[in-house]
T-cell receptor, first 114, second 116 residues
Framework: DAGVIQSPRHEVTEMGQEVTLRCKPI?????LFWYRQTMMRGLELLIY????????DSGMPEDRFSAKMPNASFSTLKIQPSEPRDSAVYFC????????????FGDGTRLSIL | AQTVTQSQPEMSVQEAETVTLSCTYD???????LFWYKQPPSRQMILVIR??????QNATENRFSVNFQKAAKSFSLKISDSQLGDTAMYFC?????????????FGKGTKLTVNP
């Protein structure tokens, strides 16, 4: 079975540019999560969706960040405009909600903002 | 708010030996779930083991087992017969039970090195 698929795997761009990260969850999973990993702050939840509806976006740093889930098989995380402090690894994860099933993670996107 | 603390930033163990990684957490919830995830140098986040707080029996998965002490809010991971492939960052994580947020709250991680 295909796991969570994230693209791109690496992204290097200049400050001020728009960045779009993409995620395809595991088929049948109805919860989708975006996490950010940095050395200073560790792994933090940015936002999660259940049945395509945003449930908790309290971790979204500021208005420059936005996330969408237009259908059950696709989500995007957008940063506009990007800043050097946004450099991090961004993970997408999915799970089957109910019963607190484990979250399955994608391979992450390493984002570098110059 | 829930917090997860991993007090050992780094640990090392000889191949074939046993090592225990510590994790404590703080919550006022009575129903919750605890997880250990492994992150090798490849960057993947891999589930190692899952524990349901209402179950007294400690979870086991092959060479991996936990010591869950609910009253002490402690959730340590024991790795038996350590292998070179166990070298990774290990993260302890907390999730509220049914009806609460599904988000995982992670500790800062323990870097484990298995030496030949």
């Amino acid at each position: 079975d295909a796991g969570v698929i994230q693209s791109p795997r690496h992204e290097v761009t200049e400050m001020g540019q728009e960045v779009t990260l993409r995620c395809k969850p595991i088929s049948g999973h109805n919860s989708l999560f975006w996490y950010r990993q940095t050395m200073m702050r560790g792994l933090e939840l940015l936002i999660y969706f259940n049945n395509n509806v945003p449930i908790d976006d309290s971790g979204m740093p500021e208005d420059r960040f936005s996330a969408k889930m237009p259908n059950a098989s696709f989500s995007t995380l957008k940063i506009q405009p990007s800043e050097p402090r946004d450099s991090a690894v961004y993970f997408c994860a999915s799970s089957l909600s109910g019963g607190r099933q484990p979250q399955h993670f994608g391979d992450g996107t390493r984002l570098s903002i110059l | 708010a829930q917090t997860v603390t991993q007090s050992q930033p780094e640990m090392s163990v000889q191949e074939a030996e046993t090592v225990t990684l510590s994790c404590t957490y703080d919550t006022s919830e009575s129903n919750y779930y605890l997880f250990w995830y492994k992150q090798p140098p490849s960057r993947q986040m891999i589930l190692v083991i899952r524990q349901e707080a209402y179950k007294q029996q400690n979870a086991t998965e092959n060479r991996f087992s936990v010591n869950f002490q609910k009253a002490a809010k402690s959730f340590s991971l024991k790795i038996s017969d350590s292998q070179l492939g166990d070298t990774a960052m290990y993260f302890c994580a907390f999730m509220k039970g049914q009806g609460g947020s599904e988000k995982l709250v992670f500790g800062k991680g323990t870097k484990l090195t298995v030496n030949p």
